[in-house]
Nanobody, 124 residues
C-alpha cells in the first residue's frame, strides 16, 4: 500500500517560520498533484496549497506570499515552507495526494491518500 507521513510541525511564535515535510512511500507508480490542507478546531478542513507535476502551484489567499510549496519528485516528497506565521495559522496540517497511481498486485489504479496530520501552533 501507500503511506503519506508528515513531519515538521510544532510550536512557534508569531512571525516565526516552520517547514513541513511529507513523504509518500509504498507501491507508488506515479504521483500527480500533492497538496497541503489544514483544519482548525471547529472549522472545516481547507486547502492551503497544491503543486502539480509540472511544478505549477496554487495558494489559498490567506497564505499567499507567506507560504511556499515545493516537491522533490525523486524522493516522493512535498514541502511547505511557512513564513511570517500568524496565530490564525494554528491547525493540524495534512498532506494529500490526489489520484496517486498505485502499482497494485492486479495492476495500476488511482486513489487519493491522506497523511495523519502534523500540529502547528502559533503563539501570539
Amino acid at each position: 500500500q501507500v503511506q503519506l507521513v508528515e513531519s515538521g510541525g510544532g510550536l512557534v511564535q508569531t512571525g516565526g517560520s516552520l517547514r513541513l515535510s511529507c513523504t509518500a512511500s509504498g507501491s507508488i507508480h506515479s504521483i500527480n498533484s500533492m497538496s497541503w490542507y489544514r483544519q482548525s478546531p471547529g472549522k472545516q478542513r481547507e486547502l492551503v496549497a497544491y503543486i502539480i507535476g509540472t511544478g505549477s502551484t496554487y495558494y489559498a489567499e490567506a497564505v499567499k506570499g507567506r507560504f511556499t510549496i515545493s516537491r522533490d519528485n525523486a524522493k516522493n516528497m512535498v514541502y511547505l515552507q511557512m513564513n511570517r506565521l500568524k496565530p490564525e495559522d494554528t491547525a493540524v496540517y495534512y498532506c494529500m495526494s490526489e489520484k496517486l497511481v498505485v502499482a497494485g498486485p492486479s495492476g495500476l489504479y488511482e486513489r487519493d491518500f491522506w497523511g495523519q496530520g502534523t500540529h502547528v501552533t502559533v503563539s501570539s
